[in-house]
């Protein structure tokens, strides 16, 4: 450590840069936050008493103050923009267009990147030093944001390595869209206005006039392109971005070079897909000529560049008019809002309803009946209202549960602590038919679908579990759309549900936070009925995925007496209330081994992709940790389950390498 002032603070701001680039650009972190806040404070107090060794790079400069106005400011070299296809005939046209002018015998290779939805700015290094970071603008000039493009710790104030006289830089500024959740979360509570979009939230932060704002949002940059420079030249887009990483510069790691327009088809279409698996939202992704001598020869034409297209899809969030909120109530008894809305394209699909969580959420998100809202596709199938759009709002009233159920009439309760309203009335009609539907499900009952459920329930014939296994053919006969052989086929299928697992029917029974994984590990540590009914709450929470709430969840439930009849007249009826060999954990080649399993699998239910796992030894388990050996990912997988992984390293497998664990490759 040297105990000149000019020289500690150098190695300082060294340290710091070399730290902050390895946990924002490279993600790999090479300093416990507390050991950065020492030395940041260290050199901060060597600044505050020498000022005249503040410099440009000092990672001290990111924290920013206030401006009044943005200057404007021209580029060096104009920033254009993308001409947009949406098909694959529509690229197919382009590349004839880039051949034809280019000569038919010439080989083209093109690069595929992200299209990264957030906004574009100009990073102007002189000698590897940032000297100023601008907004597009209208792309001749743009608004110097520079104290806010230095709260960007992904953005270098030094560049690495020989830098060149004059660099400009170019890249999409964003926030992760975790980062946007949690800022409109944040913002719900305050009179501010939340942000449709992470685009546009990011659009907000960079134009702060006070940057300590920007500062405390948790921007990023993905760095694509250059503009003018001087001393440097490259020859591929490709190149160009592997001396921008080498430089220091966070680019994308999906960038990919391809050669033949097929294969950029095919990946445009793969991305349209897997779009949901990124942290960060693209609404399409780019394509670029990756030779820059045939760049220059393609030109630009009205500022588009000839040698690129945007390969563009619908966007996932939309304004559309909320009509009405409906409750449901759940098996549980848990009441459900839900939302209608005029009808609306989000990401592709037509979007009419949403789920809304419970009182408390909607009113402090401020949405009514009327308002116009914004609508989201995230991660989740189903669409979220992020909140109301604009701040004119239409609605007149505040949303309230109703005091009474919707379905027989019982006084609603809200135990203390609870966000959930719910329905206390173990007979409501709404969690009996909602539970016997599930149950359908649950036991494998082909040939009783939700709509025979709800004939049989509104005759009065089903209303309750042991009700169906006291079904006969002569009463099914009865019903419309069963005739002798599929009334028969029907009560086969019942009887045969009688023999499903354990597991299984710990999950149809609709006890409170149990869903299947729960279940099984429940049905796999105590083997049978009566021991879980015996159990304490400390006991239940040792079991694998249990804390206190829900063991105690549990507990209540079996102590219940009339939990405890159904449990007894369904064992009277032949149901199985012991663990089978299948539930017994297994030793075999993935013994050690954890799994977490999201999204739709092609080959096998999740249940299936479960049984096998476990017959080889592995665990399954619902959530990830650091002790999860991989997240075997199916199609629209859960977005947080995605994130935890990436952010814990956890290897995401795919349904091709789940195959191969399974030896099935
Ligand atoms: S290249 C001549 N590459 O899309 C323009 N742009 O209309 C060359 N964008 O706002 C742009 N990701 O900021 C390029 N990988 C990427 C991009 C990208 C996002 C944005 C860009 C601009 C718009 C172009």
């Known amino acids: 450590m040297s105990s000149d002032p000019k020289a500690r603070a150098a190695e300082l701001r060294e340290l710091l840069s070399r730290a902050l680039a390895a946990y924002h650009v490279e993600d790999a972190p090479i300093m416990e936050d507390a050991v950065y806040d020492a030395l940041f404070d260290e050199l901060v107090a060597i600044e505050a008493e020498h000022p005249e060794l503040v410099a440009a790079d000092s990672p001290t400069r990111r924290v920013g103050g206030l401006s009044d106005k943005f200057q404007k400011v021209q580029h060096l070299e104009p920033m254009g923009s993308l001409e947009k296809v949406t098909t694959e005939e529509g690229l197919r046209k382009w590349d004839d267009d880039v051949r034809k002018r280019l000569g038919t015998d010439e080989q083209v290779a093109y690069v595929l990147e992200p299209k990264i939805d957030g906004l574009a700015v100009n990073l102007t290094y002189e000698d ?3 000297v100023r970071g601008s907004t597009r603008g209208d792309g001749v000039q743009g608004e110097d944001v520079s104290p806010n493009i230095r709260t960007i710790k992904a953005i270098p104030l030094r560049m690495n390595g020989e830098p060149p006289a004059v660099i400009e830089v170019r890249g999409e500024v964003y926030l992760p869209v975790s980062g946007f959740r949690e800022l409109n979360e944040r913002l719900a ?7 449709p979009n992470p685009r546009n939230a990011a659009a907000g932060s960079l134009r702060q006039k006070n940057s300590a704002i920007t500062a405390d949002r948790p921007l990023s940059i993905w760095v694509y392109g250059a503009g003018h420079r001087e001393g440097v030249e490259f020859e591929t887009q490709f190149g160009m971005l592997d001396w921008l990483r080498e430089h220091g510069f966070r680019t994308n790691p999906y960038a990919q070079r391809l050669e033949s327009i097929e294969e950029v088809a095919a990946a445009c279409v793969e991305w349209e897909k897997r779009r949901l698996e990124l942290d960060y939202e693209i609404d399409g992704v780019v394509v670029k000529v990756d030779s820059l001598d045939q760049q220059r020869r393609l030109g630009v034409l009205h500022s588009r560049p000839r040698w690129a297209r945007a390969y563009k899809w619908a966007p996932m969030t939309a304004v559309t008019r909320l009509l009405e909120i409906r409750i449901r109530v759940g098996r549980t008894g848990a009441l459900n809002p839900w939302a209608i809305m005029e009808p609306v394209q989000v990401g592709g699909v037509t979007v009419t309803r949403a789920t809304l969580h419970n009182e408390e959420d909607i009113n402090r998100k401020g949405i009514r009946a009327g ?4 609508v989201q596709r995230a991660g989740d199938v189903i669409p979220q209202i992020v909140g109301p759009a604009g ?4 609605g007149t009233k505040e949303f309230r549960m109703p005091t009474h ?3 027989c009439g019982t006084e609603i309760v809200k135990p203390e602590g609870e966000a959930t309203h719910r329905c206390p009335n173990r007979a409501c009609p709404s969690r009996g038919l909602e539970t016997l539907i599930n149950w359908t499900g649950v036991a494998d009952i082909d040939g009783v679908g939700e709509q025979t459920i709800r004939i049989l329930w509104e005759k009065g014939l089903v209303r309750s579990l042991p009700d169906l296994y006291r079904l006969t053919k002569e009463q099914l006969v009865e019903l419309e759309g069963f005739a002798e052989i599929s009334a028969t086929a029907a009560i086969a299928s ?6 499903v697992a354990f597991s299984r029917v710990l999950l149809g029974l609709n006890i409170p936070s149990i869903g299947w994984v729960l279940a099984r590990n429940l049905a796999s540590h105590f083997g049978t009925v009566d021991r879980l009914i015996a159990a304490t709450p400390e006991e239940v929470a040792e079991v694998e995925g249990f804390g206190a709430d829900r063991a105690e969840d549990v507990v209540e439930w079996f102590a219940d007496e009339q939990n405890c009849a159904l449990v007894e007249e369904l064992r009277g009826l032949g149901l199985r209330f012991e663990s089978g060999e299948e539930e017994r954990p297994a030793e075999g080649p993935l013994t050690g ?3 977490v399993i999201t999204g739709t699998l092609e080959r096998f239910s999740r249940e299936e992709a479960t049984a096998r796992l476990e017959a080889l030894g592995a665990k399954v388990t619902g959530s990830v940790s650091a002790k999860t050996t991989g997240l075997v990912a199916g199609e629209e997988p859960g977005a947080s389950k995605l994130t935890k992984a990436q952010r814990s390293e956890v290897p995401i497998l795919g349904e091709a390498d789940l195959l191969n664990l399974l030896g099935e490759s």
């Open 494 to 499: 019942i009887e045969r549900s009688k023999d």
């Open 405 to 407: 159920c919707p379905l």
């Open 391 to 394: 701040p004119h709002r239409r």
């Open 128 to 130: 590897g030093i940032l």
């Open 189 to 195: 509570g305050t009179s501010q206005k939340l942000a």
């Open 371 to 374: 308002d116009d809202v914004i």
């Open 593 to 595: 081994n954890t799994y």
